[in-house]
């Protein structure tokens, strides 16, 4: 909670006030992620079961003006403590759109795409991730692509989970007018104030959490509340 914040806070602070990293800001930056990924993940892994499975079956309640007929959206297959994002991908594809799911490149860091579909195969890529096989399909065919995190701030800088490969892949859109909507997708208690960010970092559009909608704030756009109606905590 808010201890655990200060604390994190407080030991980053630390970190690039030390001598030994002032003259690698690099090394500062990757030891405040590193700080803030270890303790944005003890909260993750304390929500119950129960917790979870709510919060999974919300995404589609809330997400459903983003699912509709014709669409492309791009997804991911959760994996670890991430939020479900199984009854999302079901919605999608009730609704009547196309699902792509990622693959690890055998080389570098850029994502290919693959239509999720009952004819594909399967198959775990070198990270013990299940994968979708099939042709590959460019990305800028997606209307929205939902994206997973460690954590995400008031501004809708994302946190990852430092493989790097969503920021390559989704690098392409940082200049183009007309591009796919990037939603992160997390669990409410994986939001801070601030996180560290390099300049390479590629910010949401959109956060999606159980408890609603979040749109990154900014000095004339306030952040959105959260909805009253909540998940209760066991």
Known sequence: GVRSDRHSRGFSLLLCCSPLFMTSPLSVLDHAKGDWRAELRRRRLALSPRYRRLAAARLPILAHRWLKPGYTVACYMATGSELDTAPLMAAALARGCRVLLPRVPRTGRKLRFTALSPQATWRLNRFGILECRGAPVSLTRAQRVFVPLVGFDRA???????????????????????????????????????????????????????????????????????????????
């Open 156 to 234: 809708g800088r994302r946190l990852g989970q430092g493989g790097g490969f969503y920021d390559a892949t989704l690098a392409r859109f940082a200049q183009r007018k007309v591009r796919p909507a990037l939603v992160g997708v997390a669990f409410s208690v994986q939001r801070v104030d601030a996180l560290p960010a390099a300049p390479w970092d590629v910010p949401m559009d959109a956060l999606l959490t159980e408890r609603g909608i979040l749109r990154p704030a900014s000095p004339a756009s306030p952040p959105l509340p959260c909805p009253t109606k909540e998940i209760p905590h066991d």
